[in-house]
């Protein structure tokens, strides 16, 4: 018998305790052990809960109990985060968490700290919830240099962007569905910013790269502003709004990275992720291109990772991930890539925009011009749709392989 316990009982907690009762006899069979979980740290403890004789309010029945091998955390407080996970991985007890803010944030710090005390830190859960990539990315494809990622990640934006284009619904309208269904995050400012696609992506690239990556110096750029007529007129064209992450390694050793909303072509895979659902796509030099597709936040799906991890940890005793190395160079600009870029002007711009792109492509939608520049290099694209005095009402990347290949 394999005891855990679990910090942290809203929507992903309880999925974990869900999961493990569910699926008691199978996870048992590939553990080779009876899972038990021992004790529910909950800051609010309801007197109906089912699992009422394993809440607590006090921390040191976990960590005083010596026969708790394994601490599961999924709370969204980073300081509260990062001291049960020093405290877990100092008491020898492996840890597995959801908290991308705590692995972007103390990646470096936390995973030393495992290693020296010989216990497993495990967070397949923290990217792309139900999508095992991080694993895939460590063990799989570890005799490869890792040349890109990119990829949708966060699955409240994807669903908000989904039911904008599909159903015409206004973000707000969206965004509260999204919080209804467990999606959000608590603040979901960080969903909608760009931030937790940062954090997520930063993760992605320290595995990736062998390097850590600061999530904060991630340039980002949320669906904020992205309007009603923007996927209309993107649609039109082609294309649809995705917030993407991407990062890639220049043949010099740069890391070009950032979180923005990027028309996509329709025949492009990504294009077709909707809903909650994120992938991940890896460029390998051997693997070639690799895709990871499936549902990226949620209940369930964060369950199945999180005690895919714990299970991982019963089979092997530790974990051996490498140890994340700070190897500071800061990241190159945002605008320093190349592709076309998507205008949205009113329609009398049309003339002033052909002139400057004469190959440039056009659609309307009303009183709105969508219009997408021949490629270039950002910085030069925008400088010179400023000079020709061309008034924007937005202005979006598209994807270029070109780009995806640099
Ligand atoms: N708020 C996150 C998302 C939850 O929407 O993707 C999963 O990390």
């Not at 942290?8 to 008691?24: E, F, Q, R």
Request: charged share 25%.
């Amino acid at each position: 018998m394999k005891n855990i316990a679990l910090i942290g009982y809203g929507v992903v907690g309880h999925g974990v305790a869900d999961l493990l009762s569910k699926n008691a006899d199978i996870i048992a069979k590939r553990a080779g052990d009876q899972i038990r979980l021992k004790h529910i740290l909950t800051a609010r403890p309801r007197a109906d809960d089912p699992r009422q004789e394993l809440l607590t309010q006090n921390a040191d029945d976990i960590f005083g109990d010596c026969g708790v091998s394994v601490v599961v955390e999924c709370i969204n407080d980073l300081d509260a985060a990062y001291r049960y996970c020093r405290r877990s991985l100092s008491a020898g007890k492996h840890y597995v968490t959801s908290n991308k803010n705590l692995i972007a944030t103390y990646g470096v710090e936390l995973t030393e700290l495992a290693a020296r005390n010989s216990v497993a830190l495990m967070f397949e859960a923290s990217v792309a919830a139900g999508i095992p990539v991080l694993r895939p990315l460590c063990k799989c494809l570890s005799s490869n240099r890792v040349t890109g990622v990119m990829g949708i990640v966060n699955g409240t934006t994807n669903y908000i962007l989904t039911q904008m284009k599909r159903e015409g619904r206004a973000f707000d309208d969206a965004l509260r569905d999204a919080q209804r269904l467990g999606y959000a995050e608590t603040d979901p400012s960080a969903d909608v910013l760009g931030f937790d696609a940062c954090r997520k992506l930063a993760i992605l690239l320290s595995i990736a790269f062998d390097r850590y990556v600061r999530y904060k110096e991630i340039p980002a750029e949320g669906i904020t502003a992205v309007t009603s007529a923007d996927i209309t007129l993107a649609e039109r064209l082609g294309y649809s709004m995705k917030l993407i992450a991407m990062g890639r390694l220049t043949p010099s050793d740069r890391i070009y990275a950032r979180v923005s909303p990027l028309l996509i072509p329709h025949d492009h895979l990504l294009a077709s992720v909707d809903d909650v659902f994120n992938a991940v796509a890896v460029s390998a030099d051997t693997a070639g291109d690799v895709l990871f597709y499936g549902r990226g936040a949620g209940a369930e799906p964060s369950a199945s990772s999180i005690v895919g991890d714990v299970i991982d940890i019963v089979t092997s005793g530790r974990y051996n991930d490498p140890v994340w190395r700070e190897d500071y160079r800061p990241l190159l600009p945002a605008d320093e890539n190349v592709g076309p870029l998507f205008v949205r002007a009113s329609l009398p711009e049309r003339e002033k925009l052909l002139q400057l792109f004469p190959e440039g492509i056009a659609a309307a939608e009303g009183e709105n011009l969508g219009f997408i520049t021949t490629p270039g290099l950002e910085r030069k694209l925008r400088e010179d749709i400023q000079a020709a005095g061309i008034e924007t009402g937005a202005i979006w990347r598209v994807f270029s392989r070109a780009e995806d290949d640099a």
